[in-house]
Each structure stands twice: as structure tokens, then as C-alpha cells.
């Protein structure tokens, strides 16, 4: 087993925070809430293309090398999700601390 894959699983080990952002998204339906399961989902196809690399599943995407689509799609996933996940956490405790 390669290292990039163990930290890959590593990775959708630690997304079990989807399902606790989902509960709570299905109690009360608010932005910062979605914004927080678009993050989370983001995340989630960063862990998913790493273990695609892996395990060189579809070769057509050229995964590892720099300029090719599977880069740039993690690339987008990750920025994103690093992106949404905290402004949906920030807009969470500020919309619950006004009310």
C-alpha cells in the first residue's frame, strides 16, 4: 500500500464531519450551514482524487502531473472547500450569537 494512498483514507476518515454538518443542515436549513456541506463536499473530492492517484485509476486524467486536469481539479476542490468551510463556520457562530 503507497503512502499517498494510506494518507488519502487518512483524508475520507477525517470527512466524517459530513455527516454531522448534514444532520445539522437537516434540522435548520441555513446558508452558513450550506456553505459548510459545500466545503466538507469539496474536501471530500480532494480525498477522492488522491485516492484515484493512488490507485491510477482513469489514467486519462494524468494524475501527479503538474498541468493536467486531475491536478487542477483537486487544486479547485481544495480551495473551495478550505474556502467554504470555514466562512460557513464564521457565519454559523455569527448568525447564532445574534439570536
Known amino acids: ?14 470527512l466524517s464531519l459530513i455527516s454531522i454538518v448534514l444532520i445539522m443542515f437537516s434540522k435548520q436549513r441555513m446558508v452558513p450551514l450550506l456553505l459548510q456541506l ?3 463536499g469539496c474536501l471530500a473530492v480532494v480525498a477522492l482524487t488522491h485516492v484515484c492517484e493512488a490507485l491510477h485509476l482513469f489514467p486519462g486524467m494524468h494524475w501527479g502531473e503538474g498541468h493536467s486536469i486531475g491536478h487542477y481539479l483537486d487544486l479547485v476542490s481544495a480551495v473551495l472547500g478550505l474556502t467554504l468551510l470555514p466562512l460557513g463556520y ?9 439570536a
Not at 500500500?1 to 477525517?14: D, N, Q, R, W
Not at 464564521?90 to 445574534?98: E, F, S
Open 90 to 98: 464564521l457565519l454559523h457562530l455569527l448568525t447564532k450569537r445574534r
Open 38 to 40: 459545500v466545503g466538507v
Open 1 to 14: 500500500m503507497s503512502i499517498t494512498l494510506i494518507k488519502a483514507l487518512a483524508a475520507l476518515a477525517l
